[in-house]
């Protein structure tokens, strides 16, 4: 009799990091409950940079390849999901003005301030975080302006604008990257590539919304599987766009729209149902680990770049943050003087809401997040030739302090304003 003998090999996963996230979520979830005055972000990104001083506490390293894959496409669809269709469509002209026009205009901005301002950055590198600083988080809008009585038409703009914002800038972040690789970069050729890639993207989206949807009609008694079907698809939708070298995040996006307005036509209601219930833990979950991240990986980065002290890093920082916040004052305020600007189909009675004071919520409505820590982690540790890629740390390091000034600044701040001009609103 022959014997088989097989070899297995156990394959040792750390839980421990991952445990203390979910157990301080957990901690913090209660607290959040008393503290109402901070918003949730901003709590878990101060917890965040608490941990990160504490000594013996489990070491968590960041890959971004794990917030690429993991984190983005389920939050984005999830966001995309929560937003109505045909209010997005009404405002299609404002939001891409301010998803596409503003963040090239604040990459442009901070590129300038940066080359000329911090010693020795190139102007490749100073496009590289431009791009990575320049839109505006659709997690952090969304968490922190959920609940505070803003206008449904504001309310569309900023969240139509924090999901689209993402691909245009991931676009700007790649030309800039390939420019400082391969040192070279042809204009023309990149605009063009900026509408193939953008084109693509949506059109994935589409066709796969639509399947989806195609898919759901037929087994519209099953709500296990159309709930498994909504956790499955932006996993999906995300790498075969991004495999195709198209917008994934567009992709994303527009597949959660297109989900969301065919929905009810779709959808069980025992499916709904089951389906929110998931995915509020998830995003729950995934919107607790990223922000805590975001404080742990700002300690980490204190002392670890060379050639530069921590106070001229945090000036940098502070400098290139406050351009954020001006460059998206010059960019909107603008509206107020030509109304044709963020013009929609809405009827006049709307229009004449639509004042200085909504221009205002929406000029301080620009706090930085998850997509700005995906990209600056991205970044590459060498270039082409093998040597090492210049000024990387100092990048991270300003873009978390971007992230910190803009989410806790704008985002504290923000309730307040919206409660101070909410009578106009």
């Known amino acids: 009799m022959e014997i088989l003998i097989f070899n297995v090999n156990i394959i040792m ?7 203390f996230i979910v157990t301080t979520l957990i901690c913090i979830s209660v607290i959040s409950g008393k503290i109402k005055k901070i918003p949730y972000p901003i709590l878990l990104v101060f917890i965040g940079l608490l941990l990160g001083f504490i000594p013996g506490l489990p070491h968590i390293e960041l890959q971004p390849e794990m917030v ?56 490749p590198v100073a496009f590289i975080l431009g791009a990575i600083v320049s839109p505006p988080d659709a997690v952090s809008a969304t968490s922190i302006i959920k609940g505070v009585g803003l206008n449904k038409r504001i309310i569309t703009i900023l969240e139509g604008e924090s999901l ?17 690789i391969s040192t070279g970069f042809v204009f023309w050729k990149a605009g063009l ?10 059109t994935i989206g589409f066709i796969l919304g639509y399947v989806l949807c195609m898919i759901l009609k037929r087994i519209h008694s099953n709500p296990i599987v159309e709930s498994s079907l909504l956790l ?27 989900t969301s307005w ?8 025992q499916g709904r149902t089951q389906s929110n219930s998931i995915w509020e833990m998830i995003v729950f979950l ?48 603008p509206a107020m003087w030509f109304p044709s600007l963020l013009e929609t189909k809405l009827d ?13 919520v929406i000029s301080w409505s620009g706090m930085r997040g998850v997509l700005s820590l995906a990209t600056a982690m991205a970044l590459p540790l060498t270039l082409a030739d093998g040597t090492p890629m210049h000024q990387r740390k100092i990048i991270l390091f300003i873009t978390f302090v971007v992230i910190v000034v803009t989410l806790v600044g704008q985002g504290l701040t923000l309730p307040f304003l919206i409660k101070v001009t909410r009578s106009a609103l």
């Open 13 to 19: 996963i750390d839980l421990g990091p991952v445990i």
């Open 68 to 123: 690429f894959l993991l984190f983005l496409p389920p939050l984005l669809f999830r966001a995309a999901w929560n937003s109505s269709w045909n209010d997005f469509k009404m405002s299609i002209r404002p939001i891409f003005r301010l998803a596409v026009g503003l963040v090239l205009f604040t990459t442009l901005s901070v590129a300038i301030v940066a080359h000329y301002y911090i010693p020795g950055m190139s102007w």
């Open 164 to 180: 689209v914002n993402d691909a245009s800038a991931l676009i700007a972040y790649r030309y800039a990257l390939v420019a400082t």
């Open 193 to 202: 590539q900026f509408l193939l890639v953008a084109g693509g993207g949506i």
């Open 232 to 258: 499955l698809i932006p996993f999906v939708s995300y790498p075969i766009a991004e495999s195709l070298e198209m917008s994934g995040v567009l992709a994303v996006v527009t597949t959660g729209l297109v």
């Open 262 to 269: 065919k929905s009810s036509e779709v959808l069980s209601y």
């Open 286 to 333: 995934l919107n607790g680990v990223i922000f805590i991240l975001i404080g742990l990986q700002l300690s980490d980065l204190i002392g670890t770049t060379e050639g530069y002290n921590t106070k001229s890093l945090i000036q940098y920082g502070l400098v290139i943050s406050l351009i954020t916040i001006v460059a998206r004052f010059l960019f909107v305020i």
């Open 348 to 360: 006049k009675e709307q229009r004449r809401n639509f004042d200085w004071k909504s221009i205002l």
